[in-house]
């Protein structure tokens, strides 16, 4: 029984700490974006995104080793990772305060959809063609500014570490842009429960709020520089093995550190 409440405690606090930093940090946004120019607008932006990314983890209760950087400079940045569970994406809002692409049916959720379409998320419709041209367009402007665009083209999530083959349809996006394609590798520890498999979004959230810490290492890769010929399946496939080198590393630092 006393167990049976103690689950049951931790799920409330975090699902309640959740929300309430949700909400905080929206109407912080809000408040304080209608006084500035759009320069302003978008580095409050990003330092809001990397913040609530950073608040959701510690609210999970997610541990967080990081390897490797990003580099500096002004030229957009495509960052590919490999998606294994819904907190795949708080950290990467943490990293890197980025624009994630996300499925559209995020944008009508209660709350989180809301935050999510304020924190400037791209959606698709896969069952769209139309919707994913229109992304791509977003996608590009966003990169020829030099914005940070994050994206799961493995298209879902899956167990394990081997990374499955990309949709090359996102990496249209970095083609003659200027941008730099970033691969990261997100790895779990062993039993962590952290997977997103066989189970509603509302449920797999539960489910991680209900559990102890988890360990997470993030291994970012070195950047790759898109060439003024590339094609976007081949983009696809070099980003897949990169992508795959650094989940190697991630799954090798939660081995030897012990995280």
């Keep these: 029984m006393t167990d049976i409440l103690g689950a049951t405690f931790r799920r409330s606090a975090r699902i309640g700490g959740a929300v309430g930093a949700t909400i905080a940090q929206l109407v912080e946004y809000l408040a304080r974006s209608r006084f500035l120019a759009p320069a302003g607008q978008k580095e409050l932006l990003t330092r809001s995104v990397k913040r609530y990314g950073k608040t959701l983890a510690d609210t999970l209760r997610v541990e967080r ?4 950087a990003f580099s500096q400079g002004a030229r957009g940045r495509l960052v590919v990772a490999n998606h294994r ?7 990467l809002l943490e990293l890197t305060g980025g624009h994630m692409v996300s499925k559209s049916d995020v944008a009508n959720w209660p709350l989180l959809g809301l935050a999510a379409t304020r924190a400037g998320t791209i959606y698709v419709d896969r069952s769209d063609s139309l919707s994913g041209v229109a ?18 083209p493995e298209g879902t999530t899956f167990a394990g570490d081997e990374v499955q083959p990309f949709h090359p349809g996102s990496f249209l996006a970095a083609l003659r842009t200027n941008a730099e394609i970033v691969p990261v590798g997100i790895a779990y520890e062993e039993n962590s429960g952290a997977e ?3 189970e509603s979004f509302g449920n ?6 209900n559990r102890g810490p988890k360990r997470a290492a993030i291994f970012i890769g070195s950047p790759i520089v898109v060439g003024e010929k590339a094609r976007a399946a081949r983009l696809a496939e070099q980003t897949q093995i990169a992508v795959q080198e ?5 799954r090798a630092l939660v081995r030897d550190l012990k995280i």
């Design 196 to 198: 997103f498999l066989n």
């Design 85 to 91: 569970s819904a907190i795949d994406i708080p950290i």
């Design 246 to 250: 650094a989940v190697n590393r991630a």
């Design 65 to 68: 080793v990081t390897a490797g």
């Design 204 to 209: 797999h959230v539960l489910r991680i709020c």
């Design 135 to 152: 992304a791509i367009r977003v996608m590009r402007t966003l990169l020829s500014d030099g914005d940070t665009v994050c994206i799961f």
